[in-house]
């Protein structure tokens, strides 16, 4: 689930996790959390977000993955991934690349204008 701040991104997915069972997760959410826990994994997304860059893509994907398994869910809305490309890499193909491989295959890919 991808578009821009203010789009309606969680409105879509709360109506949409109502509607069809889907578990809403909120990766901006899931990496802040993260980072304020102080993993390794949290250290690394806290020294990219200071510096104004795109999470690492390996951590990014570990972090999902606890949240997955976390879950009572086997069918998930990810609000914001891929995530906003920063310097020109990761870029958003090599994100979706690593997810597919490292997590599942991505069935649908929407996009929200504001």
Known sequence: LVGASGSGRGEFAKRAGLA????????????AEEARIGSADGVAIQRAID????????A??????????ASRSNKFLLD?????VSDGFPGVHDQVFALEE???PVRAVVCLDA
């Open 80 to 84: 914001g991934y891929p995530r906003l």
């Open 20 to 31: 069809h069972g889907y578990h809403h997760l909120r990766v901006t959410d899931l990496l």
């Open 51 to 58: 510096l104004g860059r795109t999470a690492p893509v390996d």
């Open 102 to 104: 490292q997590v599942g």
């Open 60 to 69: 990014t994907i570990r972090v999902i993955r606890k949240a997955i398994a």
